[in-house]
């Protein structure tokens, strides 16, 4: 089968992605998400409650645009959109480091599709944002490792335990909760709101998500809301992973362009020794590093979108190359984001620090580079 | 098994060239085979290559995409899958390798009529081989500061000056000669001129040592040599022009007519994989020490990307500014070999410390050699230094180092 030259984006593509770019810079400029997320340093980081703030309005209108029906199938109500359409609107995402549930939304979309669960997918196509709780406390994104346990069967299901990382779990209505059974692990759909759901909120680096631990003590699960019963729920994270890598890598990816570009102009227009600093090789040439990491990084991001579709057997090893990658590029953009500013980058009031801390976190999640090598060399030696 | 990636053409055209290769593949030579046609020596590798390179063309695996009547197969897309072919055959590179993806290129492209007819048709089936005069002394990266004259005498122009770097000069026939017609302007007082080599009077040809051991290249002597105004390429000052047609093909960032051979980036990545199974390392292999594996799995990354970015390059809503994936490939690539090639010493450990012609030295002493000749790389064609300041300059607006 030949594989799309274009990855598959298309015209339609194209023209849903130059929407979400210029809707995305105009309702969510640097300033209007400084003035959100970064305020004051003291209520940021210092009082007793980090606020998730983030604009609902903002929300509402995704909705509209069609935003969270991108991955739900048409017969769930979805648009039933291509991967690539999805991985492009988080880079758009990641480019303006909007606080917002759209990627943990879409990243549960996926599993849910995984699972087959239309009921809760056609509530995400109609506006509901939702999560994933499927990471235990000690951090492993093994999908046989859950950190809550399913108890009882049939109508009378309850779930009991911890789930920790769950991604902007204050802006979500609904949790996607990966549980131990007796006969494996299950996923099941969870109100936020539920008797027995607590969720105690993380202090976390980056300022523009929440993070959470979330507790079930005892939380009644509803046949209705078993989204995969036991013993079929890790095949579903597994075969969803890949989008979710490509998501967080395009996130990145996204972000990370920002840095360069925010840098550059930065390099175009700081003068010192009567010269832009641009200017100067030791600052000109780790930016054009700087852009063929993220270079490398969205090539792969955009293969890895596309084999979701077209290749699937492909995608996971395209899906780690493009994680790496693309966490490296961040992480690599961000240090020099932050450096190549100089002593005002070191600054609260400098705007390289909000999109220096969405990195770290994405970097981190669902495996770093290095996670994501060593699972890759084991497929390079067995392929 | 066909590619994924390929038409029905293409796929029909790839089955042919296998089945050519395994018919067709030469009995390895009694001399040691060179790396690569920079380092050829000796009458006996010209004649050997020059006839496996005539062979080639004659099946149609070399020039396949050049128009018939320049002696090409006259199709589209295929000398993409006959290279590919060639790499993976193992079959011997060929000879003519500055002549195909260089001069070729650059002669389709500026070359008259006549000199199309006159010199592509031997150039791909190396009955004359080419080499290339750009550098000189003292002009290296900053290439347009080249000082050697071609003055005009009626229908001729007479050449004085010297050409360094030169690769298979010492069997060329022909140079691509980047010459200067006018002092009044840096880049507009440049010309481009085919030179006679082999035979013609005034030119001499000195080798010089790369510090693999081999000889690799030249320096090449003008003294009042004749070129006949008909081997002018494009107008005279114009020279500038043509030599960046001819740098976008050498650095990669455009198909020449396929010079082919040698192993793929991702047999390189298998083969460190290899190399790494088995070489002992503290009671195990080095491919059980973690670091070892993230090392490689970081090389099988860059190569993938540099792949998807040849794909993104074409895919003009995929790309914010048209120059800038194509002008990171020559960087990219020549980086990704030179660490491909550091890795392999290091993980082979005190086993690459035996070289070529050892017979104890694991992959024939490849690993070391090629870490040493890929300076060439890093450095030819515009140092990846300049190659960042264009980088800098022209995608990112950056103020000019010059």
């Known amino acids: 089968m030949a594989l799309s030259k274009d990855f598959g984006f298309g015209a339609d593509e194209q023209l849903v992605r130059d929407q979400a770019r210029r809707f995305l810079r105009d309702s969510v400029p640097a300033d209007r998400l400084r003035s959100m997320v970064a305020r004051d340093h003291h209520e940021a980081y210092e009082s007793a409650l980090q606020p998730a703030p983030w604009d609902e309005g903002v929300w509402k209108q995704m909705v509209e645009l069609g935003w969270t029906a991108l991955g739900v199938p048409e017969d769930a109500g979805g648009l039933g959109a291509k991967a690539i359409l ?30 087959g669960a239309s009921a809760a997918l056609a509530r995400i196509a109609a506006g509901e944002p939702v999560t994933l709780a499927v990471t235990p406390e000690s951090g492993s994104w093994d999908p046989d490792d859950a950190g809550v346990a399913a ?188 450096q190549l500013h100089g002593g005002i980058g070191f600054t609260w009031e400098c705007d390289v620090h909000l999109w220096f801390k969405r990195q770290k976190h994405s970097e981190q999640l669902f495996g770093n580079a290095p996670v994501q090598r060593a699972e890759l060399a084991r497929m390079l030696a067995s392929g | 098994m066909t590619e994924r990636r390929d038409t029905p053409e293409q796929a029909e055209f790839r089955e042919y060239c296998r089945r050519w290769l395994e018919e067709n593949r030469p009995p390895a030579p009694a001399f040691r085979m060179p790396v690569s046609a920079i380092e050829i020596t000796g009458e006996e590798q010209r ?78 089936s190396c009955d004359e081989v080419w080499c290339q005069g750009f550098s000189e002394p003292g002009a290296g990266s900053d290439l347009a500061s080249a000082q050697t004259a071609a003055v005009r005498e009626g229908d001729n122009w007479i050449v004085d000056g010297h050409k360094v770097w030169t690769s298979l000069a010492h069997f060329a026939d022909w140079m691509i000669l980047l010459a200067r017609t006018s002092r009044d302007d840096k880049y507009k007082g440049l010309t481009y001129f085919i030179a006679p080599i082999r035979g013609a009077k005034g030119v001499t040809v000195r080798p010089l040592v790369k510090m693999t051991g081999e000889a690799g290249f030249n320096e090449v002597l003008f003294d ?82 540099m792949r998807q970015n040849a794909r993104r390059a074409r ?40 070289y070529l012609g050892d017979e104890a030295a694991p992959d024939g002493g490849a690993w070391p050699h090629a870490y040493m000749n890929s300076y060439g790389m890093t450095i030819a064609a515009g140092s990846n230094e300049i190659q960042r300041n264009i980088l800098g300059e022209r995608v990112l607006g950056l103020a000019k180092s010059k």
């Open chain 2, 224 to 305: 009042h040599v004749v070129i006949p105004d008909a081997q002018r390429l494009d107008e005279v000052g114009k020279g500038w022009t043509v030599a960046m047609t001819t740098l976008t093909y050498e650095r990669g960032a455009a198909e020449g007519a396929g010079s082919g051979g040698g192993p793929s980036l991702e047999d390189q990545v298998q083969a460190l994989i290899a190399l790494a199974k088995r070489t002992p390392r503290a009671g195990a292999t080095a491919w059980d020490d973690a670091v070892v594996r993230d090392k490689i799995a970081r090389m099988a990354i860059r190569v993938e990307a």
């Open chain 2, 47 to 124: 004649r050997y290559f020059s006839d496996w390179q005539r062979k080639c063309h004659a099946a149609g695996l070399v020039g396949a995409d050049y128009p018939k009547e320049y002696g090409g197969g006259g199709h589209k897309g295929f000398q993409t899958v006959a290279s590919q072919e060639l790499g993976r055959s193992g079959a011997p590179f060929m000879m003519n390798v500055i002549g195909l993806s260089m001069a070729a290129p650059t002669i389709l492209v500026h070359g008259t009529e006549a000199q199309k007819r006159r010199f592509l048709p031997p150039l791909l």
């Open chain 2, 315 to 354: 895919v003009e809503t995929l790309t914010d500014h048209p120059m800038r994936i194509p002008l990171q490939s020559k960087v990219q690539l020549t980086e990704l070999h030179q660490d491909l090639g550091a890795l392999g010493v290091e993980i082979a450990g005190p086993h690459s410390t035996r």
């Open chain 1, 151 to 338: 108890r009882g069967s049939g109508s009378d299901v309850s779930l009991h335990g911890r789930a920790a990382f769950v991604q902007d779990a204050r802006k979500c209505r609904r949790l996607v909760v990966a549980a131990r059974g007796p006969g494996g692990i299950g996923l099941h759909v969870v109100p936020i709101d539920a008797p027995g759901v607590t969720v105690a909120p993380d202090r976390i680096v980056d300022l523009t998500r929440d993070q959470a631990t979330v507790a079930f003590d005892g939380v009644r699960v509803a046949p209705g809301d078993v989204a995969a019963p036991d013993g079929r729920g890790a095949a579903a994270l597994r075969d969803a992973l890949p989008e979710i890598l490509t998501l967080l890598a395009a996130d990145l990816c996204g972000a990370a362009e920002w840095q360069l570009q925010t840098t550059a102009e930065y390099a175009r227009t700081r003068v010192q020794f009567e010269r832009p600093i641009g200017f100067f090789q030791a600052v000109k040439h780790p930016l054009v590093n700087v852009m063929m990491a993220i270079d490398g990084a969205r090539s792969l991001t955009y293969a890895a979108a596309c084999a979701i579709d077209e290749d699937p057997a492909d995608a996971l090893r395209l899906a780690r190359m493009a994680k790496a990658a693309a966490s490296d590029a961040g992480a690599f953009a961000s240090d020099r984001s932050v």
């Open chain 1, 86 to 115: 999805r991985a492009t609107i988080a880079e758009e995402i990641g480019r303006v480091a909007l606080p917002s549930p759209l990627p943990a939304t879409l990243a549960a979309t996926a599993v849910l599709r995984a699972a």
